[in-house]
């Protein structure tokens, strides 16, 4: 059994708390879904874009079921764990630093949130994520770029896992 990091203690005592506070904070970013929609990809890359939304990774990296969790899911890395706010949107970006497969595990309060792709063709793509738990997978590929984006109805939570292409 992994033992307790002390120092992570904190983050499990008072969880709900830190989250709360960090989803009222991230409030500032906040597009309705009309203005969402009208957003297109930029004409050159764009890793990812600063959104100014609370990211958990670093509260989470120490846990001692951070290496649990990537062994059992057969990931390589935890690459972000995201809270967004109503309205909140993660911009057009296409993570072209880090090619490989992506696993991202998302929590919605309420459904009507999307996650937006545009296609090899150029054609853009709205999916529409489901209230409570949902998976969504894709890959980011070494010799293209592909450009995707997030906007969150209600409150959404997005922890996110790489795996390498062999």
Same mark, same amino acid.
């Given at each position: 059994m992994?033992e #307790? *990091?002390?120092d992570?203690?904190? &983050?499990?005592?008072n969880?709900?708390? #830190?989250?709360e506070?960090?989803?009222?904070?991230?409030?500032d970013v906040?597009?309705d879904?009309a203005?969402?929609?009208?957003? =297109?990809?930029?004409?050159?890359?764009? #890793?990812?874009?600063s959104?100014g939304?609370?990211n $958990?990774l670093?509260a989470?990296?120490?846990?001692?079921?951070?290496?649990?969790l990537? *062994?059992?899911?057969?990931?390589?890395? $935890?690459?972000?764990a =995201?809270? &967004?706010a109503?309205?909140n949107? $993660?911009?057009?970006?296409t993570n072209s630093?880090?090619?490989?497969i992506r696993?991202y &595990?998302?929590?919605?309060?309420?459904?009507?949130?999307?996650f937006? &792709?545009?296609?090899?063709?150029?054609?853009?793509?709205y999916?529409?994520?489901p209230v409570?738990?949902?998976?969504r997978?894709f890959t980011?590929p070494?010799?293209?770029?592909?450009w995707?984006?997030?906007?969150?109805?209600?409150?959404?939570v997005c %922890?996110? %896992?790489m795996?390498?292409? *062999?």
């Amino acid at each position: 059994m992994a033992e #307790i *990091d002390q120092d992570a203690l904190p &983050y499990l005592d008072n969880w709900r708390e #830190i989250l709360e506070n960090q989803v009222a904070a991230s409030r500032d970013v906040v597009l309705d879904e009309a203005m969402f929609r009208r957003l =297109t990809p930029p004409r050159r890359d764009r #890793i990812k874009p600063s959104s100014g939304l609370f990211n $958990m990774l670093d509260a989470l990296k120490p846990l001692p079921t951070h290496d649990l969790l990537l *062994d059992l899911l057969d990931v390589d890395e $935890m690459r972000n764990a =995201t809270v &967004y706010a109503p309205g909140n949107p $993660m911009l057009w970006h296409t993570n072209s630093d880090a090619p490989g497969i992506r696993l991202y &595990y998302v929590h919605n309060a309420e459904a009507g949130s999307l996650f937006a &792709y545009q296609d090899p063709e150029g054609a853009i793509h709205y999916e529409v994520e489901p209230v409570g738990w949902s998976v969504r997978g894709f890959t980011i590929p070494r010799d293209e770029l592909f450009w995707h984006a997030v906007w969150a109805k209600g409150v959404r939570v997005c %922890f996110g %896992f790489m795996r390498e292409e *062999d």
